[in-house]
């Protein structure tokens, strides 16, 4: 079996911003461990003959022409949003930046 | 320290990555019009969106094939290898530009790598920078940071996001470590960005207006003492955006590692922000397990593989390197050395070369944009292609050949253009600034003018040429500047005798 470390799912759990008591933290350990397993399983069915896909369908170039459609409005576009100023999203100042 | 010293103690090491917006019409993955277009940057806020663009729930991006094109075309002209499977990738992270938590981008398969670029100083020294990779990715939104004292996010209280960049195709350029810079490091980023403006502009794939981000540079910079081999540690200094800022960027980083090092410090790998109005840089977020962005491949995009049919197309349809038509243009435009090196070094080449295409003669481009164009910019302090366009300046120009407009009234047409008054034809009508060719109107001026000084008209009989110049002034002003002064020279001497 996978050892899968409760400090590898800390950390992953921190980057997707989830909060997990340390008894889930254990728990998920052995839960992912057991999902790589499996994992690893399929991967012996794959030789060196197939090649690494993203993608079930053989399907490449799939494009569209440079042709603007319909936008939405502004006030369509915050109509969901918890907050905003009647145009703009209004978020929470975060002490982060962009990347 | 000063920076020869930093530079007697350590070798700097640079690395650059170039952000190019595409001109496309619409977005990278969606359908919206693409606020860097052409004449499109002025949107009202989240106003150029689709649901792709809020990442809504179901709804999926599609790939603008034009963009593909573009980003073929510019790995091209970097001397990069296009790969023949190039696929996007997901990057995660937790910021509010994109509301999706990742941007989809290209890891490990870019379109473009393995490239380079010869990059010409201002004395003419040709240096190559070695191109590492070129992948397509998209744009992120705007924040703008209310509350807190200067705007900044320090103290802010909420953040307002305008999606309308997020989506904007990109094509981001990353250059290997630059070797050999030494002294010339700075100018070596600053020529760097301004042959990809030259490039980009050339294909006519980007706006290239650094002042709107439509091309930005990240420069990381890096200093070893000398005889070390293993590279120092590097900062990566973002929110440089002109050309003369990135020469100082690196230049400032330099001499501040240097201060460090020398003190027995060390450098904390983060990245800095450039402050232009006080030409420094200030430590920004420092490298964490924040930067475990878990790419993995975009599964909701299929891989993109240019034929070599397409490729070729493509590279048979590029415009000449940057070198090779600098030289073409110093010839057809018959500049000496140093006016055409004044050109090339004002980053103003495009702009004198789409006015001279646009049908004004090559030394009144050059001194249109070298000079008034030049001055207005740095007193406003702008870049001086934000103040007109070429066909502007060569309406304007051909004006004045034609003996329409005296270059007095022309700059108060180009007044007019930069307030944004209409087309030079329409100002100088709206003004009323055409010179009075009307030779009946002149010679009644003219009579006037020299009946009321007999004296200078006696003087002017007797052969005393030098006197008219009394009488040119009065006639002068009371046509309000607007006449051709040699015209009304002729007709004075003419007026005099009769």
């Known amino acids: 079996m996978s050892e899968f470390s409760t400090e590898q799912v800390r950390h992953l759990a921190g980057l997707a911003r989830i909060a997990l008591t340390e008894d889930e933290l254990g728990r998920l350990a052995g839960e992912l461990g057991a999902i790589v397993d499996n994992v690893a399983i399929v991967q012996r069915a794959a030789g060196p003959d197939v090649v690494a896909t993203s993608h079930p369908i053989p399907l490449v170039n799939v494009y569209r022409d440079d042709v603007p459609t319909e936008t939405l409005t502004a006030e369509q576009a915050v109509s969901g949003a918890p907050e905003h100023d009647g145009s703009r999203f209004k978020v929470s100042a975060i002490l982060g930046e962009e990347q | 320290m000063d920076f020869d010293k930093a530079l007697e103690l350590y070798e700097p090491v640079i690395g650059l990555e170039v952000h190019v917006e595409l001109s496309t019409e619409t977005k990278m993955f969606s359908s919206a019009p693409n606020p860097a277009a052409k004449g499109n940057h002025s949107a009202a806020p989240n106003t150029q969106i689709t649901p792709v663009c809020l990442g809504l729930p179901g709804s999926l991006p599609v790939v603008n094939e034009k963009a593909v094109r573009y980003s073929i075309s510019l790995g091209l002209a970097l001397g990069c290898e296009i790969a023949p499977t190039s696929r996007f990738a997901r990057k995660n992270y937790f910021y509010p530009d994109l509301a999706k938590n990742y941007q989809i981008s290209q890891y490990d398969e870019p379109i473009a790598f393995e490239g380079s670029l010869d990059v010409e100083l201002e004395d003419g020294t040709v240096i190559t920078v070695p191109i590492e990779r070129a992948h397509m990715e998209e744009d992120a939104g705007k924040l703008t940071h209310v509350g807190g004292a200067t705007g900044r996010i320090q103290g802010a209280e909420y953040s307002l996001v305008d999606y309308n960049r997020a989506g904007v195709p990109l094509v981001e350029i990353v250059t290997k470590p630059i070797f050999g810079g030494e002294h010339r490091a700075p100018e070596i980023a600053k020529a760097y960005v301004a042959t990809i403006r030259d490039i980009v502009r050339a294909l006519g794939i980007s706006e290239a207006r650094m002042e709107r981000g439509n091309l930005r540079c990240d420069a990381n910079v890096s200093l070893r003492p000398r005889g070390q081999e293993k590279l120092g540690t590097r900062t990566e200094t973002k929110n440089v955006n002109s050309l003369r800022s990135i020469e100082r960027a690196v230049r400032y980083e330099i001499q501040r590692q240097a201060v460090i090092l020398a003190g027995g410090g060390s450098i904390t790998q983060e990245t800095r922000h450039w402050h232009e109005d006080t030409g420094v840089t200030s430590a920004g977020r420092p490298k964490s397990d924040a930067d475990d962005y878990r790419y993995f491949p975009e599964p909701d995009l299929l891989p993109v593989e240019p034929s070599l049919e397409l490729i070729e197309e493509l590279r048979a349809a590029l415009p000449e390197p940057p070198a090779a038509l600098r030289r073409r243009l110093k010839a057809d435009w018959g500049f000496g050395d140093q006016e055409f090196q004044d050109v090339v070094n004002s980053g103003l080449l495009v702009e004198v070369e789409e006015t001279i295409a646009a049908g ?139």
Do not use: F, H
């Not at chain 2, 070298?370 to 007109?388: D, T």
């Not at chain 2, 008209?457 to 309000?480: F, H, P, Y």
């Open chain 2, 360 to 498: 004004a003669s090559a030394t009144a481009a050059r001194k249109w944009w070298m000079g008034e164009l030049s001055r207005i910019a740095n007193a406003q302090q702008v870049e001086p292609a934000s103040l007109a366009t070429p066909q502007q300046i060569a309406e304007i120009v051909v004006l004045v050949e034609s003996g329409e407009l005296t270059d007095r009234l022309a700059r108060q047409v180009l007044e007019g253009v930069i307030a944004g008054e209409g087309t030079p034809a329409e100002i100088v009508e709206a003004r009323g600034l055409k010179v009075v060719s009307d030779d009946g109107a002149l010679i009644a001026a003219i009579d006037e003018a020299l009946a009321s000084q007999p004296d200078v008209l006696a003087k002017i009989r007797d052969g005393k040429v030098q006197a008219a110049g009394a009488v040119i002034g009065a006639v002068m002003k009371a046509m309000k500047g607007q006449a051709d002064a040699a015209r009304v020279r002729e007709l004075v001497l003419e007026r005099a005798q009769a």
